[in-house]
């Protein structure tokens, strides 16, 4: 498959460098002092099972558009910041306008909205819905990116089988798969990608707000008798938001999500990362989801408007 991925960071990277080392050539594209690294150096990946280090293809975003046609690719990889994909999908449907047969689009983003964003901009038949399970990546110096955790993906088209429209998304699915397999990603093909999404930000509400305010990671704030509370109750906010989408979520979901991160190798979560690095917070995206579906069912959600008006004053 040809593949761009769109903000080759630490998640981004991670999968780059899988990629890469499976045989293919995927354009990566980045800008600042990471980028300048991965033209100059290379790409440097460090995981406990995989090291990498080799040349890349990168650019900058707008050398992407300007140099390349929608035709050229099988699919993009969105991997930006969540609050930021509503942009980049307005000028993707830009370069795709009039293209006769467009890539598909990914975007394993935290969050609950970016699909729905790239759905408004490209087409629902361009999207497929993805999340990225158990791992943390970070870039801890430019084109170094330090990463744990097996990193599954999650996939389907959007908002579920049932629901999808036919074409480049539902098309270039089964070639995505063994793609991912071949690369050693461990991969899932899911009828219903919304419900799944809503389980990540079951894990993402639940740890990544507090994480940004206590330094903590998200083993120690899962475990933590004083946090550990407020952690089940940011999830069961949750799980009563995602009825606002139609998805059905249960208590028992939450207290699954709860025992998976209690479980799981301990990570520092990407928004404590972006805290320490002066970044914008992926408030919106996370908590944000949660308040406005609440507010539209009529609900309260207490503990996640306490941390949202906390980060907020950061």
Not at 165 to 175: I, K, V
Not at 199 to 211: A, Y
Not at 228 to 247: F, I, K, N, Q
Not at 290 to 297: A, D, H, I, K, N
Request: proline share 6%.
């Amino acid at each position: 498959m040809k593949i761009s991925i769109v903000g080759a960071g630490g998640i981004g990277g991670y999968y780059a460098a899988r990629l890469i080392n499976s045989g293919l050539e995927p354009l990566l594209i980045a800008r600042g002092a990471h980028l300048e690294a991965l033209q100059r150096s290379g790409l440097a990946v460090s995981h406990p099972e995989f090291q990498f280090h080799q040349p890349v293809t990168a650019m900058t975003f707008e050398d992407f558009l300007d140099a390349h046609r929608p035709d050229e690719l099988d699919l993009i990889c969105l991997a930006v910041k969540a609050q930021v994909s509503a942009e980049f999908a307005t000028a993707l449907a830009s370069w795709m306008r009039d293209c006769n047969h467009p890539p598909a689009v990914m975007s394993p983003q935290n969050g609950v909205d970016s699909e729905i964003h790239l759905a408004e901009h490209l087409g629902q038949d361009c999207v497929i819905g993805a999340l990225a399970v158990g791992i943390g990546a970070h870039v801890t110096q430019p084109g170094t990116i330090e990463a744990t955790g097996p990193g599954k993906i999650v996939m389907g088209a959007w908002p579920n089988t049932s629901s999808a429209q036919q074409g480049p998304a539902t098309e270039r699915l089964p070639a995505l798969e063994a793609t991912l397999s071949t690369a050693q990603v461990p991969t899932e093909v899911t009828d219903d990608i919304r419900r799944e999404l809503w389980r990540k930000l079951i894990i993402n509400n639940g740890v990544n707000p507090l994480s940004a305010l206590t330094g903590l990671d998200t083993r120690e704030l899962s475990t933590h008798p004083d946090f550990m509370p407020v952690v089940r109750a940011l999830m069961h906010e949750t799980v009563r938001a995602s009825h606002a989408d139609d998805v059905t979520l249960t208590t028992e979901d939450a207290d699954a999500m709860l025992s998976f991160i209690q479980g799981f190798d301990p990570i520092k979560t990407s928004m404590l990362v972006d805290r320490e690095k002066g970044r914008p917070l992926e408030i919106e995206p996370i908590c944000g989801a949660v308040l406005t579906r609440s507010q539209r069912l009529g609900l309260d959600a207490p503990a996640t408007q306490l941390v949202t008006a906390l980060l907020r004053r950061l």
